[in-house]
């Protein structure tokens, strides 16, 4: 069976455990090959890169849109690749090699960059296409160097790998992302070698224009959508929880086996991603089934993504949620009656491009919850000129989310494990499908509430 696997840049970092777990294991001769593997860059890489994506941290993306000299940063990060390479000589990497292809890819994007941060300082082009030019240039090294890497060390094994290179580095023809992945593998013998594939995709729309750091796994459901796996997997250094394991203990939290599409989109919009949702809809809307793997316990079967399950038992999948949000409570008396008042408030946050995940509404208000890094100066602005009060609050979301979770009192049982936890509940709601049902809280009750929720619930 044809595989496309994808591999997160925690679990690169770990190759030793990629050979053993993910590769190797329980494999040899022709069950070897047949399988496509997406690879991430190493941790960190794209950090240094671009910026820090937890953080903000600023990379050598960051020196080139405030106009300052970028090379030196450029050539440290060089360095820092090199140095990855060393740790990587045990498991059979060509160091010499790998270190010359790095080189020599830095250096072309350097070329590349320094064109581009010239003609934007002339002053006669539109700088947002320009540095968007320059974010996916460099955004695609990281993930040239963990695939020559990886196909090298495989090489070294014994093994026949072949590099797919999406990154079209040296191929100045307009493809789409679309395009360079079907000619890509057009006329590669998948049942004699294992190929490895950049998570990054060079094409005319710009794949970090429309799904930024996303785009490693647009890049796996557009080659699962183009060679028609038999399944695609994902291996992350976690299993998908039915909580985070973190916040309620190892052992009461379990891994989930079987869900949907629908839920993975759920996990997702409260940002945690089993999948990017902009990659699980090619995936979903051609029944490609997804498997979420731990790289680190390669015998258990993980979680398998479908699109048409529903789970036979009534009952949670998934207790959830996130710290990182704010509630904006709108209030104006003029709202009772009001035919398209909320148009109007929703053309605000389309204009400013802020998203929702959560709304509720009575007569003269209307309460949405964003996430605290949209809560920007132009969008309270706007709200503050239009609307007669405008409330923010610090916030949590918490949630209970499953493919049948449709059971008389559940509702009840809920709110009343986060009354005897004494747990305020500001807002709560759920849509006619009943997969999510949510719950907003204080900020500082987000741990105690996903405890007691999967304490009373989590079965």
């Known amino acids: 069976m044809l595989t496309v696997e994808k591999i997160g840049g925690t679990s690169m970092t770990a190759f030793a455990q990629v050979l053993d777990n993910i590769?190797?294991?329980?494999?040899?001769?022709?069950?070897?090959?047949?399988?496509?593997?997406?690879?991430?860059?190493?941790?960190?890489?794209?950090?240094?890169?671009?910026?820090?994506?937890?953080?903000?941290?600023?990379?050598?993306?960051?020196?080139?849109?405030?106009?300052?000299?970028?090379?030196?940063?450029?050539?440290?990060?060089?360095?820092?690749?090199?140095?990855?390479?060393?740790?990587?000589?045990?498991?059979?990497l060509d160091v010499a090699v790998a270190d010359?292809?790095?080189?020599?890819?830095?250096?072309?994007?350097?070329?590349?960059?320094?064109?581009?941060?010239?003609?934007?300082a002339s002053g006669y082009v539109n700088s947002t296409n320009i540095l968007q030019a320059a974010r996916e240039i460099l955004a695609s090294i990281g993930e040239a160097h963990s695939a020559f890497n990886s196909v090298n060390i495989l090489q070294n094994r014994g093994l026949h790998a072949t590099l797919v290179d999406l990154s079209g580095f040296e191929d100045a023809r307009a493809l789409t992302i679309d395009e360079r992945i079907e000619q890509a593998f057009a006329g590669i013998d998948f049942a004699n070698t294992i190929c490895v594939a950049t998570g990054y995709t060079k094409g005319t729309e710009g794949i970090m224009r429309e799904f930024d750091r996303g785009y490693s796994e647009v890049t796996f459901s557009k080659i699962a959508v183009a060679v028609r796996p038999g399944e695609a997997i994902i291996h992350k250094e976690y299993h998908l929880c039915s909580a985070d394991p973190n916040l309620v203990g190892l052992y009461n939290c379990r891994p989930v086996g079987?869900?949907?599409?629908?839920?993975?989109?759920?996990?997702?919009?409260?940002?945690?991603?089993?999948?990017?949702?902009?990659?699980?809809?090619?995936?979903?809307?051609?029944?490609?089934?997804?498997?979420?793997?731990?790289?680190?316990?390669?015998?258990?079967?993980?979680?398998?993504?479908?699109?048409?399950?529903?789970?036979?038992?009534?009952?949670?999948?998934?207790?959830?949620?996130?710290?990182?949000?704010?509630?904006?409570?709108?209030?104006?008396?003029?709202?009772?009656?009001t035919a398209g008042f909320d148009l109007h408030l929703m053309q605000v946050f389309f204009d400013l491009d802020v998203s929702y995940i959560f709304k509720a509404t009575s007569a003269n208000s209307i309460t949405l919850l964003i996430w605290q890094k949209d809560l920007l100066p132009s969008l309270l602005a706007a709200l503050h000129a239009k609307y007669e009060k405008v409330t923010i609050e610090e916030a949590a979301l918490v949630c209970l989310?499953?493919?049948?979770?449709?059971?008389?009192?559940?509702?009840?049982?809920?709110?009343?494990?986060?009354?005897?936890?004494?747990?305020?509940?500001?807002?709560a709601g759920f849509a006619l499908r009943k997969v999510n049902i949510q719950f907003i809280v204080g900020r500082e009750e987000y741990q105690p509430a996903i405890v007691a929720l999967n304490a009373a619930l989590g079965r």
């Not at 790095?102 to 070329?111: E, V």
């Not at 089934?289 to 999948?317: C, M, Q, S, W, Y």
């Open 23 to 92: 590769i190797f294991h329980q494999r040899e001769g022709a069950a070897l090959y047949n399988r496509i593997f997406v690879v991430s860059a190493y941790a960190n890489v794209t950090n240094w890169l671009l910026e820090n994506k937890k953080t903000g941290a600023p990379g050598v993306y960051h020196r080139i849109t405030q106009h300052q000299e970028f090379r030196a940063a450029l050539q440290e990060v060089a360095e820092q690749l090199k140095a990855l390479n060393q740790e990587y000589e045990p498991l059979g």
């Open 100 to 120: 010359a292809f790095i080189q020599q890819r830095i250096a072309q994007a350097q070329i590349y960059l320094d064109s581009l941060t010239n003609v934007l």
């Open 258 to 337: 079987f869900t949907n599409y629908d839920v993975a989109d759920q996990l997702a919009d409260v940002g945690m991603e089993a999948i990017h949702p902009k990659a699980s809809k090619p995936l979903e809307l051609n029944a490609i089934d997804l498997r979420i793997k731990n790289t680190f316990e390669p015998a258990h079967p993980g979680t398998l993504i479908t699109r048409d399950f529903v789970a036979a038992r009534k009952h949670v999948e998934v207790i959830t949620g996130t710290d990182k949000v704010v509630l904006i409570d709108i209030h104006d008396p003029l709202m009772v009656g």
């Open 401 to 427: 989310i499953g493919s049948n979770i449709d059971e008389p009192g559940l509702l009840a049982r809920a709110a009343g494990a986060l009354a005897d936890a004494g747990i305020n509940i500001r807002s």
